[in-house]
């Protein structure tokens, strides 16, 4: 079971968009993440390599937990609002449950569970069209 200042630094670092080095701070060598329900992942460094991809694809996220955090033992409930800038302007927003088992003070399992029709990329922002012409 994570303590209550593990897992508020844990929020602090995903919020402070450094996503990667969360991992490699908070979760286990053998930890797992999956999306939804597909397979998942396994592997802290796996898990790493992936997070950092799916990063590069953005030109900037804003990461925000919505409280309260939900905590039971060793299982804990956390509500994120993810905002993505994408490289060719637009703007996605995904909001998303994770639902993670802890050993002690590290993740070991954790499973997202979101609608993937969010990922599909909003309007470019109102100033990125102001160029363009309808007809």
């Known amino acids: 079971m994570p303590s209550a200042q593990t897992l508020e630094r844990f929020i602090a670092r995903v919020e402070s968009n450094?996503?990667?080095e969360a991992?490699?701070?908070?979760?286990?060598?053998?930890?797992?993440?999956?999306?939804n329900f597909e397979p998942p992942r396994v592997g802290r460094d796996a898990l790493m390599t992936h997070e950092a991809k799916a990063l590069a694809r953005a030109a900037s996220v804003t990461s925000e937990c919505?409280?309260?955090v939900f905590v039971n033992g060793d299982r804990v409930v956390i509500r994120w609002i993810f905002?993505?800038?994408?490289?060719?302007?637009?703007?996605?927003?995904?909001?998303?449950?994770?639902?993670?088992?802890?050993e002690g003070e590290k993740i070991s399992q954790e499973q997202f569970f979101y609608d993937p029709k969010q990922f599909r990329p909003a309007a470019a922002p109102a100033a990125a069209r102001a160029g363009s012409t309808t007809g």
């Open 23 to 35: 991992i490699e701070e908070f979760y286990t060598a053998s930890a797992t993440m999956q999306e």
């Open 66 to 68: 919505v409280r309260p």
């Open 83 to 102: 905002v993505f800038t994408w490289k060719d302007g637009t703007q996605g927003r995904i909001e998303e449950l994770a639902y993670q088992r802890w």
């Open 18 to 20: 450094a996503h990667v």
